[in-house]
């Protein structure tokens, strides 16, 4: 026996039992009486039991009617709530908790502050913030949102583009005063370079010859790291050169710390930065605040962009 019920089905039943009539019922539901009375038959048809005695003048409902009236009323009641509850999640202000993952350097470095701004702005959004560089399971590990940089695999998630990433090799001025000369990427063989393991070939670097060709150019160095703000250090502080992103960089440019060499020369674009979620259709409306501050923060220019010209 099916024992089902649509929502549809019980509010047809109750404005039924409440009305009397099926003239008045689908009165009170803006609903032609033929229809409150096919709904009110499906649901007994289903439950495989007549809910209501029909005469020429009144309905009225049966034993079975009354007792199954009496627990569909609050559970409807419940439900009704419920669904005007969880609405409000998908509209008027931002509210509730968001999980985010976001790539440890670059989250730390420009999303921080941002992240701070958006609890002053919202504050009936509450943040769980994972700094990570793996592309974690969105769907599966239940996160919001993530940030990704990078080229994004193909996969069912909506991506949103803010901001292209520029590569570049730099290095300290008291370093370039005393090392080899550098005009050319085949010169990187007598320099020490500091390597990202994070990188899918971290003992090569590439480039963009003239003939529009891809250069491989074998690195060596004495460290080598995960970390991409440990290179960062290591670089100002001389120990060699560093191939990284303008987001990486830009304040140790901007203040001198470190200089850009071989600028001549192109290097691979890998991907851009992304605001990556599980879906637009029904997104709650902190997810879609949330995704829309970062984007603000990266318009008319990223963050590291305003950062390198003051």
Excluded at 5 to 18: M, P, R, T, Y
Excluded at 31 to 57: F, H, N, W, Y
Excluded at 205 to 217: A, C, G, P, S, Y
Excluded at 266 to 283: F, K, Y
Aim: proline share 6%; with cysteine.
């Amino acid at each position: 026996m099916q024992q089902s019920a649509d929502l549809e089905s019980l509010e047809a039943f109750i404005a039924l039992a409440d009305a009397g009539s099926f003239a008045l019922a689908g009165r009170r539901l803006g609903r032609d009486p033929t229809i409150v009375s096919r709904r009110v038959q499906a649901l007994e048809a289903r439950l495989g039991v007549r809910l209501a005695e029909r005469s020429t003048r009144r309905v009225t409902l049966t034993e079975a009617g009354r007792c199954y009236l009496d627990r569909v009323r609050p559970l409807l009641r419940e439900l009704t709530a419920a669904n005007r509850d969880v609405a409000t999640f998908a509209q008027g202000t931002p509210r509730g908790h968001l999980r985010v993952s976001l790539p440890t350097s670059f989250g730390r470095m420009w999303l921080s502050p941002m992240i701070a701004g958006f609890l002053k702005a919202y504050p009936e959004v509450t943040i769980e913030a994972e700094f990570s560089n793996r592309f974690v399971d969105i769907i599966g590990e239940r996160f919001d949102l993530a940030v990704r940089l990078g080229v994004l695999p193909d996969s069912r998630l909506v991506a949103r583009r803010l901001f292209p990433r520029r590569r570049l090799v730099c290095a300290s001025p008291d370093y370039l005063e005393r090392a080899a000369p550098l005009q050319q990427p085949g010169d990187i063989a007598h320099h020490p370079c500091l390597r990202y393991t994070g990188k899918v070939n971290p003992a090569v670097w590439e480039f963009i010859d003239v003939d529009n060709r891809l250069m491989t150019v074998p690195i060596t160095g004495g460290l080598a790291s995960d970390d991409a703000e440990v290179l960062v250090d290591s670089a100002v502080a001389g120990l060699g050169l560093l191939y990284g992103t303008d987001w990486l960089v830009a304040r140790q440019l901007a203040s001198g710390a470190l200089v850009r060499v071989l600028a001549d020369w192109r290097i691979p674009d890998e991907g851009a930065i992304h605001i990556v979620t599980p879906s637009v259709a029904g997104l709650p409306t902190k997810t879609r605040a949330f995704s829309d501050w970062l984007a603000a923060g990266f318009h008319p220019d990223p963050p590291w962009v305003c950062h390198a010209r003051t």
